[in-house]
């Protein structure tokens, strides 16, 4: 077996669909490897190779994902969570120094992608449609007062992912509660419509959206899409596009949008595989294959749409069996 095509998938925990899915995409052409703290993260066992490595917030860290990529000479390099992105993008040059892609946007849209005012900020800026946000209490309530916003409305941490810590409230005095206990909380507005996902790749070398696959998410668990059908419409397509290009992402990221009365709203970006990837993936959108072909030097075509809609995905449990 060549190792010219080693991925290495960072914090790869509990997502062993996208293991899966690289060896699928290299099989004899190179190896899967995988990283994580835990010696009970199940996708570490479905990686042709893996490495129990320190939590990313210890000294050392970087250096030690360094030398496993130059060890076994890896040529992409991906995290499956968020605090890690930004570690890759900040230290972009240094993993292609020793040869190995990371396959994550550039620091500066990393960071606003983490910063949901920054980013409600952006699509304002930039005349895309998006949800409606405050981070300054009185002015949430001068524009309640006006019947500019009405409850409920959700409180969010600014900063935050997994859907953590977002509550639903309908009163002034929920929000007077939330703020004098916590910092750094946002207001957003009650979206009454069908929330819907994007796995989005923008190819790392032409630096153009390729795929763009959509889901409407049917149910939700911890932040992540348990239930979905595939979901088509042009006039999306086109919204997305010119959004991730006025952005500047690269790589795989997914989007989060609402629609409320057949209009479109983005609401938040995470730029990495999202949770209900796997619905892309069965659909025929070869995402992990995209990725190999940039590495390999090679500009993926344009396939944006190139799926079937009214296709169903359902999560269901499994279990892994490890003996000590």
């Known amino acids: 077996m060549t190792d010219d095509l080693n991925v290495l998938i960072l914090s790869c925990g509990t997502r062993n669909k996208i293991v899966q899915y690289f060896k699928s995409e290299l099989a004899g052409k190179g190896m899967v490897m995988a990283t994580d703290c835990s010696i009970l993260a199940p996708a570490l066992y479905e990686a042709d190779k893996y490495f129990i490595v320190p939590r990313m917030n210890e000294d050392g860290y970087l250096e030690h994902i360094l030398k496993i990529c130059r060890d076994n000479k890896i040529k992409a390099v991906l995290s499956l969570i968020d605090p890690e992105l930004s570690l890759l993008a900040e230290n972009k040059q240094a993993f292609l120094d020793i040869g190995t892609l990371p396959i994550v946007s550039n620091l500066n849209i990393v960071e606003m992608s983490f910063d949901k005012y920054k980013m409600f900020e952006f699509m304002i800026q930039n005349g895309f ?42 009163t002034k005095q929920e929000i007077k509660t939330l703020y004098s206990q916590f910092d750094n909380l946002m207001i957003q507005e009650y979206m009454n419509g069908s929330e819907l996902g994007a796995d989005v790749y923008i190819d790392m070398l032409s630096e153009e959206p390729v795929s763009i696959f959509i889901k409407e ?3 939700m668990r911890a932040g992540e899409t348990d239930k979905s059908v595939s979901y088509k419409d042009e006039k999306l397509f086109e919204l997305i596009r010119s959004f991730v290009l006025k952005a500047g992402f690269k790589g795989i990221i997914d989007i989060d949008i609402f629609k409320v009365n057949d209009e479109y709203y983005i609401s938040e970006v995470n730029p990495r595989f999202g949770g209900g990837f796997p619905h892309a993936y069965e ?27 009214e296709v169903y995905m359902m999560k269901f449990n499994e279990v892994k069996i490890l003996k000590k």
């Open 129 to 170: 449609s998006t949800v409606q946000s405050y981070i300054d209490e009185e002015q949430f309530y001068d524009c309640l007062e006006k019947g500019e916003i009405s409850f409920p409305v959700f409180v969010k941490p600014v900063k935050g992912s997994a859907s953590l810590n977002i509550n639903k409230v309908t």
């Open 217 to 219: 998410k049917l149910k």
């Open 283 to 309: 659909c025929g959108v070869n995402v992990p294959k995209m990725i190999i072909n940039n590495v390999k030097g090679y500009k993926n075509s344009n396939t944006i749409g190139n799926y079937e809609d």
